[in-house]
């Protein structure tokens, strides 16, 4: 076996000296709230105020992917430091008739009637 990495590359990559960016991690999370235009979700790390998150929610038979903005975010204690969640107010943007009705049919599901 040979020391020397091949290199694959299709095109060649120049250094860029630190340029920024940011990257897409899927963390669980746990829906508090939910209406058409937005849910209070609990994660374990915070969400960035305003930042854009693609949201996927289980509404029974069906899953969606929304796009949530974060209008707020704050830490909850669960009675103890270690039990410590962050509570998020997410609005959702860019919604389809069809998601808005997926989830005003779901929430119908959970209210008693």
């Given at each position: 076996?040979?020391?020397?990495?091949v290199d694959r590359?299709?095109?060649?990559?120049?250094?860029?000296?630190?340029?920024?960016?940011?990257?897409?991690?899927?963390?669980?999370?746990?829906?508090?709230?939910?209406?058409?235009?937005?849910?209070?979700?609990?994660?374990?790390?915070?969400?960035?105020?305003?930042?854009?998150?693609?949201?996927?929610?289980?509404?029974?038979?069906?899953?969606?992917?929304?796009?949530?903005?974060?209008?707020?975010?704050?830490?909850?204690?669960?009675?103890?430091?270690?039990?410590?969640?962050?509570?998020?107010?997410?609005?959702?943007?860019?919604?389809?008739?069809?998601?808005?009705?997926?989830?005003?049919?779901?929430?119908?599901?959970?209210?008693?009637?």
């Amino acid at each position: 076996m040979s020391s020397d990495p091949v290199d694959r590359r299709q095109d060649a990559r120049p250094a860029v000296g630190g340029l920024p960016g940011d990257i897409t991690v899927k963390e669980a999370l746990r829906v508090r709230d939910l209406s058409p235009s937005g849910a209070m979700v609990e994660t374990t790390v915070p969400l960035e105020l305003n930042s854009l998150h693609d949201v996927r929610l289980d509404l029974g038979p069906r899953t969606v992917v929304i796009k949530g903005r974060v209008t707020h975010c704050a830490r909850h204690h669960n009675g103890s430091e270690a039990d410590a969640v962050y509570l998020s107010g997410l609005e959702f943007v860019e919604l389809s008739l069809a998601v808005r009705q997926a989830i005003t049919q779901f929430l119908k599901t959970m209210t008693p009637h």
